[in-house]
C-alpha cells in the first residue's frame, strides 16, 4: 500500500504530520478523523515532496512583494465572498482536504479578481499556515469577524461546519439589504421620472408658452406669473451655479464632519433620532448585533473577543462605543448583560433576552432569538414605510403637476375671455 503525507490539526488547534500507509486517500482523511484530527492536506509521500519543490521555487522566482502588490489591487464584494463561504464548506464536506478544496476553487473561480486571492490563500496553506491566518493577510474582504469564526472552527474541528453558519449569516445580510433596495426602487424611479418630466416642461416647453402669453400683452393670472417666475429662475444660470454651490457645500460639509470622531458620533446620534427612519435604523442595527454575537459565541468564541468584534462590524458610532464601554464593565468574561444596560443604549427586551440566555446557559440561542425579533420588526418598518412613502410621492408629483396644468388652462381660459370681451 502506498505512504500518504498528511498536514492536520488537534482539537486543540495544534498543529501535526507525518505518515500513513493506506490504500488510499480517503482511507487516510477516514483514519485522521477517527483519531479526532482536523485534516488539512494529505498527498501521496512522492507528490508532496515535489509539490514543495515547485511551491520553493515558485517562493524564489516571484518576489512576495510582488502577489501583495496584485491582491491589494482587486476588488470583492460580499456576495462573492459568500459564494466561496459555501463553495468552500461543501467541498470540504465532501471529504476533500482543505488544499484540495482550494485549488478546485482556484481552478473554477471565473471572477479573476478572487482568482489571485485564493491561490495566495492556498500557498501560505502549502507552507504550514492556518487558512483563518492566510485569510486575515486580506482584512479589506475577510474581515475580522470572518477570520475568528474560521479560527474558532479549525480550533474545534468542526470548519465545514462553520463555513455553513457564515454562509447564513452572510445570506440574512444580503437578504436584508435586498428587502430595503427593492422596498425603496419603486418609489425612487416614480420620483427620478417626475422630477425629468417637470425639468423638460420648465425648461424647453414653458418659455414657448410665456413668449406667447407676453405677444398677446394679457395680464396672466397669479398661478401662472409664479409658474413663469419659477420657471425664469430654474433656467438662469447663476441660480444654477448657486444651487450646485450649496450642494456640494452640503456634501462637503457631511463629509468633513464624518471625517471627525466628534462630527460623526453627532451624526450617527441624529439618525437614531430621526422621526420614523429612527426606529427602523435601530432594529437593523441592533439585529446586526446580536446575530453577529450569537454566531460568534455559538462557535466558540470568547466573550471579549467577540464584543470587540461586534463592536468593528458596527457602522454607527454611537453604538459601536458602548459596546466598547460594555466590553471595559465586563468582569467575569460571560456576563454581558449587565454591562450593556449600564449605558441605556440597548432596548430592554435585548438586556432581558440576553440575560436569560445568561442564566441558561445559552446565550448564542437567545442572542438568535432577539435578532429574528428585530430582523421582523425591520422588515414590518420597511414595508409600512415604502407604504406610505409611495403615495407621498405620487402626490407630490401630481400636486406639482397639477398646479403646471392649472397655471397653463388658467392662463388660456384668461386670454380667451378676454379676447371674447
Known sequence: MPDFSYSARSKNGEAVSGLLTAPDRKAVLTQLVAQGYFPIAVDAAVQKKSALARSSKAKDATPAAKTGDAVKKVRVNSRQVMLFTQQLANLLKSG?????????????????????????????????????????????????????????GEQSGTLPEVLRRLTEHYERLADIREKVTSALLYPAIILVVGIIVVFVFMVFLLPKFTQMFQDLGTTLPLPTRILIGVGNLASNIWFLAGLGTVIFAVVFGYKSTMRTVEGRLMLDRWKLHIPLAGNTLKAAFFAQFSRTL?????????????????????????????????????????????????????????????????????????????????????????????????????????LVVGFIVFSVLSAVMSITSGLNR
Request: glycine share 6%.
Open 96 to 152: 476533500m482536504s482543505l488544499k484540495q478544496a482550494l485549488e478546485c476553487l482556484t481552478r473554477q473561480q471565473k471572477n479573476k479578481s478572487l482568482g489571485p486571492i485564493l491561490e495566495q490563500v492556498g500557498e501560505e496553506i502549502m507552507q504550514g499556515a492556518n487558512l483563518s491566518d492566510a485569510l486575515a493577510r486580506n482584512p479589506k474582504i475577510f474581515t475580522r469577524f470572518y477570520t475568528n469564526m474560521i479560527r474558532a
Open 294 to 398: 450569537a454566531t460568534l459565541l455559538g462557535n466558540g468564541v470568547p466573550v471579549l473577543t467577540a464584543l470587540k468584534i461586534a463592536e468593528d462590524t458596527m457602522t454607527n458610532l454611537v453604538i459601536a462605543r458602548e459596546i466598547a464601554k460594555a466590553r471595559e464593565r465586563v468582569t467575569d468574561g460571560t456576563t454581558i448583560s449587565a454591562p450593556l444596560a449600564a449605558g441605556q443604549i440597548f432596548p430592554s427586551l435585548l438586556i432581558d433576552m440576553l440575560a436569560i440566555g445568561e442564566q441558561t446557559g445559552d446565550m448564542p440561542t437567545a442572542l438568535n432569538n432577539v435578532a429574528s425579533l428585530y430582523e421582523q420588526e425591520l422588515t414590518q418598518d420597511v414595508k409600512r414605510f415604502t407604504t406610505l412613502l409611495e403615495p407621498a410621492v405620487i402626490v407630490m408629483i401630481a
